[in-house]
């Protein structure tokens, strides 16, 4: 991020040494180490949150996916009961069925079995 060298270094702690003096420049250096301290876990708290909410968007997807996959799976197999049943129908109507020989006429009932003719 910042390129600072060993001579940028010793540049700014002279200068520090000028303005700040010898007495004060140890607590200067601590209250920025305790500066710098909380602008690190600032950032690494803001990257934890951000790789989370990858973390959520990609868990989401995968889901719709899933879920997209799971309703092609249903309608696979809703296809496939269709198609036996038409393959059933089919095979019923190719079927040759036996042609039975017809019936005899129906008695009604209270008439007479009687192989005599009515009477006129």
């Known amino acids: ?7 940028e270094l010793v540049l700014l702690f002279v200068v520090a040494l000028i303005v700040v003096g010898p007495e004060r420049l140890p607590a200067l250096a601590r ?7 909380k602008a ?8 934890g949150e951000i790789e989370r909410e990858v973390q959520v968007e990609d868990l989401k997807q995968a889901m719709r996916q899933q879920e997209g ?5 249903q309608l696979a197999e809703r296809v496939k009961s269709i198609n036996s049943e038409v393959q059933g129908v ?13 019936r005899p ?8 079995a009687s192989s005599e003719p009515p009477v006129k």
């Open 69 to 73: 996959i799971a309703e092609i799976k």
């Open 31 to 37: 209250t920025l180490g305790q500066w710098v301290a």
């Open 1 to 7: 991020m910042f390129e600072i060298g060993f001579a």
């Open 105 to 112: 006429p129906a008695v009604p009932p209270g008439a007479a």
């Open 90 to 102: 089919i095979t019923d109507v190719t079927t040759p069925t036996p042609i039975l020989p017809p």
């Open 40 to 47: 690190r876990r600032m950032v690494a708290e803001v990257k």
